[in-house]
């Protein structure tokens, strides 16, 4: 049970988000044009974990340019470029209102493009004179191209990047085509790559050829080459096979567990799990760390278990990146996850069990991102969520109880944001509550044993997850009432 005093929820500014540095200019330094507008994780959930750092520019009272804590409502100084003068003035746009040719009668008629100023009509028709949409062209597509390669696709009369079926100009950093503006944007979820993965830092999508399988059941480990044929055995032998960022699908083999001592140090690597069905499962070797992100690694898991490390700890992030979905992080007996540098966003898993003495989750130092994610810690002197000051954090629409009298929360560093925390709730957990299929290790929610505020308490934002941890779908209408924690029951 959960001590009141606990609930510490006031944020400490982390010199390293974009908000707090030099907004934008820190976003182009560490994104480019990926993610080149900075705002906050309240306006926009798709920041937490990358610096606040997103490719679409946010609402003024969301958009911080010029970093300093002040949106752009306050401070929008940087944004405008010293025009040679000295002046700071904002660039003027020459020309009359009313002179441009063409543009009202008793004009002459057009004779090529260049006579054609208005936006909307940027196009002359040799046959009339007058000028035109790209729709009025013989050739709409191809003379949007001939204007602007980057526009080369005619919708609705005006020259656009891309429509959902025509998406040639879409590649590299921004391959997918958004359907409300017919912009080509950076993916932010991995379905959206076909066959393949996101790079959630950089919006591109992983080569689909550069894939490695791993079967624990395959009886032929010496002509293993790691390709769907002749999967590799281990899980080490497909991580030191990497050289460019790669999938590694992992097969579920009943009753085996994929003992991993695995360390992510300058590669990008995402762990999926191969099947659908029972997630396959990773087991740290005895006071060892099974999956450890290290020196500017990046690591995507989605639908992969880390269970029962004997005196050991599931996950450690120092100094890399890693991005952790549908995954359960249990019974691990030196605790969940520690984050010590870099950064680290958790969606819709399981992390804690029934460890005493340790702490679920530890943040020493870094920028850590929760979403719809359910803690559970353990007994005697366990903790759910424990951070230094060092570190920025934000827990929102999760769950967080503890089966002891130790506080939940042992962070100032942290907000806590549509969570239930059970430290400020009347509702108490410990190892008679049977609010989930079991306290130790699978916390699905059963239905009428839970308490009836964790149907609400979440709110639903844009850019959340849209599945939970088993693949059901959430609610996707902005500011939606939502279930709390990993599990629609």
Same mark, same amino acid.
């Given at each position: ?110 004779? =090529? ?7 909307? !009509? *940027?196009? #002359? @028709?040799?046959? /009339?004179?007058? &000028? %035109? +949409? $790209? ?29 959902? =079926? ?7 950093? !921004? *391959?997918? #085509? @958004?359907?409300? /503006?017919?912009? &080509? %944007? +950076? $993916? ?45 055995? /281990? ?255």
């Amino acid at each position: 049970m959960g001590l009141l005093a606990s609930a510490c929820v006031s944020l400490v500014p982390n010199d390293s988000h974009c908000r707090h540095a030099q907004g934008d200019q820190t976003c182009a330094e560490r994104y480019g044009d990926a993610r080149p507008f900075c705002t906050a994780a309240t306006c926009d959930a798709s920041s937490e974990g990358t610096y606040g750092c997103v490719a679409e520019r946010p609402s003024d009272d969301c958009y911080y340019p010029c970093g300093g804590d002040n949106d752009v409502t306050v401070d929008n100084g940087c944004r405008f470029a010293d025009d040679g003068d000295g002046d700071g003035d904002e660039p003027t746009h020459n020309g009359d209102e009313n002179g441009d040719p063409g543009d009202e009668e008793g004009d002459a008629p057009c004779l =090529d493009a260049g006579d054609c100023a208005d936006d909307s !009509a *940027p196009f #002359c @028709d040799l046959d /009339t004179g007058v &000028c %035109v +949409g $790209c729709g009025s062209m013989s050739d709409a597509d191809g003379a949007c191209a001939g204007v602007d390669p980057a526009l080369p696709v005619c919708h609705a009369d005006v020259c656009v990047a891309c429509t959902p =079926d025509k998406t040639q100009a879409c590649a590299e950093t !921004a *391959p997918i #085509c @958004d359907v409300a /503006t017919n912009a &080509c %944007v +950076g $993916c932010n979820d991995h379905d959206q790559c076909s066959d393949s993965a996101c790079n959630l830092a950089t919006g591109s999508c992983f080569d689909p050829a550069a894939v490695f399988y791993v079967d624990g059941g395959n009886k032929e480990c010496e002509a293993a080459d790691g390709t769907q044929s002749k999967p590799f055995c /281990t899980l080490a032998e497909a991580i030191d096979a990497v050289t460019v960022p790669s999938r590694i699908l992992i097969s579920t083999v009943d009753e085996i567990h994929y003992e991993a001592e695995v360390v992510i140090a300058d590669k990008t690597i995402a762990l999926f799990a191969a099947n659908d069905g029972p997630a396959p499962v990773l087991e740290g070797p005895e006071d060892k760390v099974a999956v450890a992100v290290t020196s500017s690694g990046q690591l995507y898991m989605r639908g992969v278990d880390i269970v029962r490390t004997e005196n050991g700890l599931g996950l450690e992030i120092n100094d890399g990146h890693a991005w952790v979905q549908q995954s359960r992080i249990v019974k691990n007996e030196r605790g969940g996850i520690r984050v010590d540098g870099g950064t680290l966003r958790l969606e819709h898993s399981f992390v804690g069990g029934d460890a005493d003495d340790v702490n679920a989750i530890e943040v020493l130092d870094g920028e850590v991102s929760i979403i719809y994610t359910t803690i559970v810690a353990g007994g005697d002197d366990s903790h759910a969520f424990v951070c230094e000051t060092s570190s920025e954090s934000t827990i929102r629409n999760s769950i967080i109880v503890s089966l002891g009298d130790s506080a939940e929360v042992m962070c100032d560093a942290v907000e806590i944001i549509d969570s239930f925390n059970e430290a400020d709730s009347a509702e108490k957990f410990d190892d008679n509550s049977d609010w989930f299929e079991d306290w130790r290790d699978d916390f699905h929610l059963v239905p009428g044993k839970y308490p009836a505020i964790l149907e609400t308490l979440a709110i639903w934002r844009t850019g959340d997850p849209q599945k939970d941890i088993d693949g059901d779908p959430r609610p996707t209408a902005d500011g939606t009432q939502d279930f709390a924690g990993a599990d629609l029951p």
